[in-house]
């Protein structure tokens, strides 16, 4: 009898790809538990630490990318979903208690499927990207939740519908991370101390004097209007001084660049350091490199008393001087003898 033996290998493989998501620049995690990650985990777990439980904030500048490998028979496809939530901003902020420890509180979680998508978002639906790379960008500034998964060129991996996450049998669950995005620059905040006076129908908005304190500060939220700023603003601010009301090029003080102070040391207080006509220029920028709006004030300051000069017309006598006193402005007159007062103002002196 004659026959023949054929024998085949096969490689088995049902294991999906594995797949990194990166942020590139700018973004924030949350400082305190971005240091907890560090202090606690393995090395080569820190970054799975910070993705898994930190807050981040990123910008529609932020890019996103998915790496997928696939030691076997390589990665056909990535699939990735935006989805985010403007009226439920609470998602994407991750209690500090989720980190367990001993006594502590723990604070309920919402970056889970089970219960996000369980609420109202809005988002454009899966997109298909051949290959193992994928970049892409959130142009909207909310909450957001990334979805993200790859295939195999057998197919493992494939999603089974987008009840996937909630723990549908014989389905491969996608990776999320809830994320936000912030693009609005923090508002600058100004409040002049005493001695002012308001300037009407100056060119300039306040009369100060060199003792007058100034406050400067920033606010991220806006006063409570914006709901998830990222913080850690950075105030810049500057003086310009100017030889005549307000019309030649002025001097800057720095003469380049800026004054800043960090989130740390703020609000702070300032003074012009001369009796002139100068204006404050003041900003605030956040840890995203978002600028708030440039604002400008001018100010005349007067610190000088003004000069009382008088004029005593004839006739009068001079009085007599004390021995050894000190010489005096003083003069015998009668009821025909006229006296004239004015007074020298500086220049920069808003009225007499």
């Known amino acids: 009898m004659n026959y023949v033996i054929d024998g085949e290998e096969f490689l088995v493989d049902s294991t999906p790809p594995e797949i990194d998501k990166t942020y590139g620049d700018p973004y924030k995690i949350d400082p305190e538990c971005e240091a907890w990650c560090e202090s606690v985990a393995l090395p080569e777990e820190v970054d799975d630490c910070k993705h898994a439980i930190c807050t981040w904030w990123i910008t529609s500048n932020t890019s996103i990318t998915l790496e997928a490998e696939d030691e076997k028979v390589g990665v056909d496809k990535i699939y990735w979903r935006n989805l985010w939530f403007p009226d439920n901003h609470e998602i994407c902020d991750r209690p500090p208690q989720i980190i367990i420890t001993p006594g502590l509180e723990v604070q309920q979680d919402y970056c889970y499927p089970g219960y996000y998508l369980q609420q109202s978002y809005q988002t454009d639906g899966w997109h298909e990207v051949d290959g193992d790379y994928a970049e892409l960008y959130k142009p909207e500034e909310s909450c957001h939740v990334i979805e993200y998964y790859a295939v195999d060129k057998l197919g493992n991996g494939e999603l089974l519908g987008n009840n996937c996450a909630y723990g549908v049998e014989n389905c491969v669950e996608y990776y999320w991370q809830c994320v936000?995005?912030?693009?609005?620059?923090?508002?600058?905040?100004?409040?002049?101390?005493?001695?002012?006076?308001?300037?009407?129908?100056?060119?300039?908005?306040?009369?100060?004097?060199?003792?007058?304190?100034?406050?400067?500060?920033?606010?991220?939220?806006?006063?409570?209007?914006?709901?998830?700023?990222?913080?850690?603003?950075?105030?810049?601010?500057?003086?310009?001084?100017?030889?005549?009301e307000f019309?030649?090029?002025?001097?800057?003080?720095?003469?380049?660049g800026w004054y800043s102070e960090t989130y740390d040391n703020l609000p702070i207080t300032v003074n012009f350091?001369?009796?002139?006509?100068?204006?404050?220029?003041?900003?605030?920028?956040?840890?995203?490199?978002n600028v708030g709006p440039l604002h400008v004030q001018y100010y005349i300051v007067d610190t000088e008393p003004p000069a009382i000069n008088k004029t005593v017309s004839d006739p009068k006598i001079p009085c007599p001087q004390v021995a050894g006193g000190e010489p005096m402005d003083c003069y015998m007159i009668d009821t025909a003898t006229e006296i004239w007062v004015d007074v020298d103002r500086p220049r920069t002196a808003p009225g007499e």
């Open 180 to 244: 936000y995005v912030d693009n609005t620059g923090p508002e600058a905040y100004k409040e002049v101390g005493e001695p002012r006076e308001e300037a009407p129908g100056s060119p300039a908005d306040w009369y100060v004097t060199k003792n007058t304190d100034i406050t400067l500060d920033c606010d991220d939220s806006w006063d409570g209007t914006v709901p998830h700023p990222v913080n850690q603003d950075t105030l810049y601010w500057r003086f310009s001084t100017y030889t005549d």
């Open 273 to 289: 350091p001369d009796d002139c006509w100068h204006d404050l220029e003041y900003y605030c920028e956040d840890h995203l490199g």
């Open 247 to 256: 019309i030649s090029a002025p001097t800057y003080d720095p003469p380049s």
